[in-house]
């Protein structure tokens, strides 16, 4: 009896033992809307914004940081809702949406013709270190084609922006600053290259 008794008392030890166990909680970010700049722009013509392809360091649905020129890490627990070229893709319809500089902007599925063509990679999607601070960095190679193919506009558009705080969440809002702060710069980009107004010029055409 008093080995049997022994033994319960173990049992209830261990059951007690695992109710203490914290489980780690998950965390999943989207991103925020990029707040892209709204002005009097020239009427950029029906854009459609293609697949935006990942670097290989970028695969995966973690948030990435990067500590030094060639070493990465991700967070544990904490991951992207969704695929993040969708994330991205999203975002960026959304973004040139907002800015107004164009006369619709589609998804890559959307029906219907578009006068110009925007794809790209993104290059740096993570948390990097600069200045004594940490900073969430965007890379996009950016290539823009009329609709014959034509090159109008090509090149990477990167910016980096101080984390407000520590940790996942701070890093997901300063990478979204970030991506409004690239896209500002692709329409301003558009403008000075003459993107518009060649997107006029062949909207009749449509």
């Known amino acids: 009896m008093r080995l049997r008794a022994a033994f319960t008392m173990l049992c209830f030890a261990g059951l007690a033992a695992c109710s203490s166990v914290t489980v780690p909680e998950h965390h999943s970010y989207r991103l925020a809307t990029p707040q892209v700049g709204v002005g009097a722009k020239p ?16 695969a995966g649905d973690r948030l990435m940081v990067g500590d030094g020129p060639v070493k990465v890490m991700a967070y544990r627990q904490h991951t992207w809702a969704g695929p993040l070229e969708r994330l991205v893709g999203d975002a960026v319809v959304t973004g040139l949406r907002r800015s107004c500089a164009f006369e619709q902007v589609k998804t890559e599925t959307a029906r ?95």
């Open 112 to 206: 219907g013709d578009e006068d110009l063509q925007l794809d790209g990679r993104v290059l740096d999607f993570h948390q990097t270190a600069g200045h004594g601070a940490w900073l969430g960095t965007v890379t996009l190679d950016l290539q823009l084609v009329d609709r014959d193919g034509r090159q109008l506009l090509g090149g990477e558009f990167s910016a980096s922006t101080a984390l407000q705080g520590e940790g996942p969440e701070a890093l997901v809002v300063a990478l979204s600053e970030s991506l409004g702060v690239v896209l500002d710069d692709f329409v301003a980009t558009c403008g000075d290259r003459g993107v518009f107004v060649r997107s006029i010029e062949a909207g009749p055409g449509r």
């Open 43 to 58: 009427d950029g013509g029906v854009l459609r914004v293609g697949g935006l392809e990942l670097a290989a360091d970028l």
